[in-house]
């Protein structure tokens, strides 16, 4: 009876280790398939939220907001805002998605403002994105680059020089063109600013002057005045050369602006003689040309270059 008994008590172990194994082969190693598929799920519906949210409708992005909003519980914290007192990432309140996104460009306003042509509530709704028959849009507050303000401020002196130049009848003697330092008028000499070899200014120069000088003396950038003669040499006991007659002539110009109240800080002269024609070849309509001076407005960069000692 012991031993049959033994003999039965050795197959029940010997069964019970069979089915253990047997149990251990049978284990689910794809459960994690589940997890996966619903992972997968998730990151669908949310890029497909990205992408319905992706042409900006002020209405449609309330609903989503208030849709996350409802999902995860969120209080007034977390409500997603355009604009407005309630708060949101775009405002600078806190939420799901708050510092979410890149943040916007925007100029160095102070500069911009610093050359006085912008005023301090600057602040421009783009007609594009808002309007007055919804007052709920997004509103974006557009300042100009630094480039766009000078640009609009050099054309500006540059109109109201040629209209105030039309009522002289001597718009003729005035060019206008531009550069990467400034505004450059360029002021023809022939029988208008200077006879010849000469460097004393005539009436009609003088009145020429007068309309420059006018629209230049509240702008608060540098002016340099630079002098230009042709090609041939100069026949004159006073000036030695050329370099010394357009030297002249721009310190003739400086002192006429400084006589009449331009802050003489601002201003400077130069000579170049021929060396900077504006019109190749020695015809006679060349050299009239390249005899010249040059009052050069120059841009706030350029007039902080120019202002350091």
């Known amino acids: 009876m012991a031993d049959q008994r033994g003999h039965h008590g050795g197959t029940r172990g010997r069964r019970s280790a069979a089915d253990h194994d047997e149990h251990e082969e049978h284990v689910n190693h794809e459960a994690w398939v589940i997890p996966y598929a619903d992972l997968l799920t998730l990151l669908m519906a949310m890029f497909i939220a990205l992408f319905a949210m992706s042409t900006l409708d002020s209405q449609k992005f309330r609903d989503v ?3 996350f909003r ?5 209080g007034s914290n977390s409500v997603l805002s355009l604009g407005g007192d309630e708060g949101g990432p775009l405002v600078g309140g806190l939420s799901v998605l708050d510092g979410a996104g890149p943040a ?16 301090d509530d600057v602040g421009i709704i783009p007609p594009d994105v808002a309007s007055a028959a919804d007052p709920d849009a997004p509103r974006f507050e557009v300042i100009p680059t630094v480039d766009q303000v000078e640009g609009d401020a050099l054309t500006d002196i540059e109109q109201v020089i040629q209209s105030r130049i039309a009522g002289t009848g001597l718009a003729g003697a005035l060019e206008f063109r531009r550069e990467a330092r400034g505004l450059v008028v360029t002021i023809v000499t022939d029988q208008v600013l200077f006879a010849e070899a000469q460097a004393t200014i005539e009436p009609d120069g003088l009145r020429v002057l007068d309309v420059v000088l006018d629209a230049l003396i509240d702008v608060p950038n540098m002016v340099m005045i630079e002098g230009h003669t042709d090609s041939r040499p100069i026949v004159s006991g006073r000036y030695p050369s050329n370099w010394e007659l357009s030297t002249a002539r721009a310190t003739s110009v400086l002192r006429y602006f400084i006589d009449h109240g331009f802050p003489a800080e601002r201003l400077s002269a130069s000579g170049y003689a021929d060396t900077r024609p504006l019109a190749a070849g020695s015809t006679a309509e060349a050299m009239a040309r390249n005899r010249r001076v040059e009052v050069v407005v120059l841009t706030g960069a350029a007039s902080a270059s120019v202002a350091e000692p």
């Open 65 to 67: 907001a208030e849709s």
């Open 70 to 74: 409802r999902e995860l519980g969120g």
């Open 104 to 119: 916007p460009v925007r100029t160095d306003l102070d500069v911009v403002r610093g050359l006085g042509v912008v005023p």
